[in-house]
């Protein structure tokens, strides 16, 4: 039988989800259209069993006392935001954002 594209793109799905790489490094690596990928890949997330724990980030905890209200705010289109707290290192910055 005969592989269909849903079943194609459900195996890329799979083993992107193992790679650890990037949806774009991903489609680079096994030469296939990012559109195409994303399009499949919203599509099985959303098949996806809903999970208890939450998906995202974690809270970090600092040794050093930091103040109590966030110093800067970082709000991507998608609604997630990263606030700052205490002293500012660009260099620390950057690697949130990189």
């Not at 592989?3 to 459900?10: E, F, G, Q, S, V």
């Not at 992107?16 to 790489?21: D, I, R, V, Y």
């Not at 050093?64 to 998608?78: F, H, K, M």
Request: hydrophobic content about 35%.
């Amino acid at each position: 039988m005969e592989k269909t594209i849903h079943d194609t793109y459900r195996e890329l799905f799979t083993n992107w989800q193992q790679s650890g790489l990037s949806k774009a490094s991903f489609c680079h690596r096994e030469g296939i259209s990012k559109a195409s990928f994303y399009y499949w890949s919203k599509k099985f997330a959303t098949d996806l069993p809903a999970s208890n724990s939450p998906v995202g980030f974690s809270r970090i905890e600092v040794a050093d006392p930091v103040l109590p209200t966030p110093v800067a705010r970082i709000t991507y289109p998608s609604g997630i935001s990263v606030e700052l707290f205490g002293p500012l290192d660009p260099d620390r910055i950057k690697a949130l954002l990189v």
